[in-house]
Nanobody, 127 residues
Framework: QVQLVESGGGLVQPGGSLRLSCAAS????????VGWFRQAPGKEREGVSS????????YYADSVKGRFTISRDNAKNTYYLQMNSLKPEDTAVYYC????????????????????WGQGTQVTVSS
């Protein structure tokens, strides 16, 4: 059974930073891709960033490029999302998700292709 557990959310002021963690129950390279998604109240879930296991290629939504960085620690079976220069519009519940499907580049930030999801962690950016 695949389990993903997020942590690291919280309240931060605009311009601040947070690092989210996603602990996976299986070896990181078992997954074809792992992604971070977020959902704000009243909005649809959106893809934030993803990482393809085989070659380490990363993908980012335009809204977070240059501010967020996805990474992994294979020894710890853990993925991270480093979030810098946070803005109030980054406020949302953040989820990590994994898939074994061999998805294409266009699908890397599409939530429907991911099969396994964590429970989410709340990020609030406010002064």
């Amino acid at each position: 059974q695949v389990q993903l557990v997020e942590s690291g959310g919280g309240l931060v002021q605009p311009g601040g930073s947070l690092r989210l963690s996603c602990a996976a129950s299986r070896f990181t390279l078992d997954y074809y891709a792992v992604g971070w998604f977020r959902q704000a109240p009243g909005k649809e879930r959106e893809g934030v960033s993803s990482l393809k296991s085989s070659d380490g290629l990363t993908y980012y939504a335009d809204s977070v490029k240059g501010r967020f960085t996805i990474s992994r620690d294979n020894a710890k079976n853990t993925y991270y999302l480093q979030m810098n220069s946070l803005k109030p519009e980054d406020t949302a519940v953040y989820y990590c998700a994994a898939t074994w499907r061999r998805i294409g580049v266009i699908q890397m930030l599409q939530s429907w292709v991911y099969d396994y999801w964590g429970q989410g962690t709340q990020v609030t950016v406010s002064s």
